[in-house]
């Protein structure tokens, strides 16, 4: 999950709204509190949703992995490979 969480935090300005679409019950606050830190993500999805740990770092973990496959596919679009 490192890697990804260095996707996330790197692009935050960018996934802010991805974030509130994703897990709809999450404020505005609780988006803003987060600051791109994945360990913030985890405690809210544990907050609003009641998952544990292992499954907030589950969702997260598929909800990047569904980014990175978009990025990807954007990417061999532009460059001609699909």
Do not use: C
Not at 45 to 53: A, C, E, N, V
Request: avoid cysteine; proline fraction near 1%; aromatic fraction near 8%.
């Amino acid at each position: 999950m490192n890697a990804n969480l260095d996707i996330v935090q790197g692009e935050w300005p960018m996934l802010k709204g991805q974030v509130k679409q994703q897990w709809g019950n999450l404020s505005d606050d609780d988006v803003r509190q987060l600051s791109g830190t994945t360990a913030g993500l985890i405690n809210a999805l544990q907050r609003r949703y009641g998952y544990g740990k292992v499954q907030a770092e589950i969702e997260i973990d598929k909800w990047v992995h569904g980014y990175d496959q978009a990025h990807i596919e954007v990417l061999e679009r532009v460059n001609g490979k699909i």
